[in-house]
C-alpha cells in the first residue's frame, strides 16, 4: 500500500516526542505540547510542541523546572488562540461587501527601492469584486526623479504619447474588494482621496 506522506494521518503519525511523555493538548484543538522530564536528578523539564496537524515541531525546550516548562505551554496556548482571532477578523473582513461605485479611482502604491503609483477607474462593480482599467498620470518632477503623482482622466487610452509610465491597453480586470480596498497583485488599492501619491523612480 503506497503512503500518503503529506495526509493528516501520516504527519500525525510521525511526530515524535520523548516516551513516557504527558500531552497536553489546547483546549481548542489548535496544538499540542508533550512535556516530560528529561533528567529526574537535576529536575529539568522537555516540551515538544506541535501546531494544528503539522508533522515538524513547533519548538523543541528544556527548562529548569516544571514551573517553567508549564508557563512556556500555557504562553504558547495564548499565541495560537489570539492568532486564530487574528486570522478569523481577517476573513470576516476580507468578505465585507464593498462600499465602491463606478467611476471611483483607485490608486495603488508598491515597489521596493522605488514608489511605484498606478492608477485606475472602477468600470463595473459586484457585491463583492470590481474591475478595473488602468488610466495615465501627470508626475511633476519635484525632486531626484521623483515627485508628486495624480490621475488623469482626460487622456485616451487611443494616445500612447501621453500614457506616461502607465500602460493604457491593459484590458480592464476583476479584483476583490472589500470596504474602500481592492485587492492587487502588489499588496492593495484604495478608493483616491483626491490628493497626489509620492512616486519615485531612481531605482
Known sequence: MRVNKFSKEYRLA????????????HPNGLGVAYVSVMNPEKGYWQVVAYRGTAGKPEFNYSFKNREQAEKKVGDWFQS????????????ETHNQPHTLKVGDIITNSWGYDQTNVDWYRITRTTQHFVWLKPIAAH????????????PRIDVSSEDPSQWGFHDLSEPEKQHKASGASVIMKYGSGSKWDGKPKYCSWYA
Open 14 to 25: 510521525e511526530r515524535w516526542f520523548p516516551k513516557g511523555s504527558m500531552a497536553i493538548n
Open 80 to 91: 495560537l488562540s489570539a492568532h486564530r482571532d487574528y486570522v478569523n477578523q481577517l476573513r
Open 139 to 150: 508626475v511633476e518632477e519635484n525632486g531626484f526623479m521623483s515627485g508628486p503623482s495624480v
